[in-house]
């Protein structure tokens, strides 16, 4: 059986006729550049994501880099953030020309550990940390209740990167549940195809419930001009495409029941290495869903504590489990080999820190196929063959 990492074909199929069409009338409408349809998307959004506001964006590291650039960050300023993660996170900071300092992360939940966060700022006496990028790593929120209350206590805005959870849901202390983006002061999203909600090529969308921050990205995404050809400050062309908000405005639609989806089969596979001893005997680690329980206790519909871009496990022989893997037909991926801190880009620019628990994540994690319309039998076949590795 062949099993790839993400099927996006499987997702197209009963969308198509509607995508065609969709895309059609923004051909014909000669619109080609903002308009109608980025906008609807942006109202959807903000709504979706309890944001008083939405600014569409041509990427998820566009959204990050705008936000910096609307905060000012530049030369001699600091960005706190996790080194587990993405590139984007670190290269937008860098392209403001600041530089990153990394907090190491909860082994638990793979997010940055707001206890390491709060040794990294006391220490800041001279206030050269400018921001901080929280991501809310595989489409779970970071602890963003300790994020913000460091936040105001030294006075620093919170950039959330949520390009990978879009929708996800995070339990404030008063029981209220907080959707991720709508908790910093903004929100950074992705459009990538292997997002949860993902376009047909590049897209991205910040949102905030700052309206005067809100009012600053939506100006420098547009080269900082206000009005026309007038610019007061630098910005650049950051917008997002119409084909790209009207897909996405389709696919919208549809975007809870793919979480649950993903949450489901998250049990599936949660279920089905239970049963195995690899579990019992510490050979894998099964991803934990941090916030599950209280949104199992919680008395309220739908709480997205997890939406599972990835499922990701802890194993042990990883590299050669990838190998056996991908020989079987099964697609899987390392998210990521390498830390930010371990980039050969950053050799010449900080020194290299101490990160363990980072460090161990990046050598020992696997990211197994989740998607959507993923079947039973399929996710069968994925356990059996890692029984089968094992076993050898
Ligand atoms: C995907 C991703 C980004 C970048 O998004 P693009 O749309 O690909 O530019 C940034 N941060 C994280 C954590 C991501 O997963």
Redesign the pocket.
């Known amino acids: 059986m062949k099993i790839p990492l993400l099927d996006l074909g499987s997702q197209l199929t009963p969308l198509r006729d509607e995508i065609i069409e969709a895309v059609t009338n923004v051909i014909d409408s000669t619109t080609y550049i903002q308009g109608p349809e980025v906008l609807a998307l942006e109202n959807e959004v903000a709504e979706y994501c309890n944001a008083a506001c939405a600014i569409g964006v041509s990427?998820?590291?566009?959204?990050?880099l705008v936000s910096l650039m609307a905060l000012g960050i530049g030369p001699g300023d600091r960005v706190l953030t996790t080194s587990y993660?993405?590139f984007?996170?670190m290269g937008v900071i860098l392209r403001c020309g600041a530089t990153p300092v990394f907090a190491d992360i909860d082994p638990t939940s793979f997010n940055i550990d707001p206890s390491a966060m709060a040794v990294i700022l006391e220490k800041d006496t001279k206030k050269t940390i400018k921001a901080i990028i929280p991501?809310h790593?595989y489409g779970q929120c970071a602890d963003m209740g300790e994020i913000m209350a460091l936040s105001k206590k030294h006075d620093i805005p919170v950039i959330e990167?949520a390009?990978?959870a879009i929708g996800a849901d995070y339990p404030s202390a008063s029981g209220e549940w907080l959707r991720s983006g709508s908790i910093g002061l903004a929100g950074?999203f992705?459009?990538?195809p292997?997002?949860n909600l993902g376009g047909i090529g590049?897209?991205?969308m910040v949102v905030s419930n700052n309206i005067e921050f809100g009012e600053r990205i939506r100006k420098l995404r547009n080269h900082g001009a206000e009005p026309k050809y007038y610019h007061a400050e630098i910005g650049g062309n950051f917008r997002l495409d119409p084909i790209q908000a009207t897909v996405l405005r389709i696919k919208l639609k549809h975007l809870e029941k793919w979480h649950a989806a993903r949450r489901s089969n998250a049990k599936t596979y949660n279920d089905l290495l239970s049963k195995t001893s690899l579990v019992s005997d510490d050979i894998i680690t099964l991803p934990t869903a941090v916030y599950q329980d209280q949104a199992e206790q919680s008395a309220a519909p739908t709480i997205n504590h997890h939406i599972y871009?990835q499922y990701v496990l802890t194993v042990d022989k990883r590299d050669d489990l990838v190998s056996f893997l991908k020989s079987k037909d099964i697609g899987c991926e390392i998210y990521y080999p390498l830390c930010l801190h371990e980039q050969e880009c950053l050799a010449n620019i900080i020194e290299k820190p101490v990160l363990t628990h980072s460090e161990s994540a990046a050598r020992s994690t696997i990211a197994l196929p989740i998607y959507p319309e993923l079947t039973f039998e399929m996710q069968n076949y994925v356990v059996d063959t890692i029984i089968t590795f094992y076993k050898d």
Do not use: I, R, W, Y
């Open positions: 990427s998820g590291t566009d959204a990050l993660s993405f984007a996170t991501v790593l990167d390009a990978q950074c992705s459009f990538f292997s997002k590049d897209g991205g871009n």
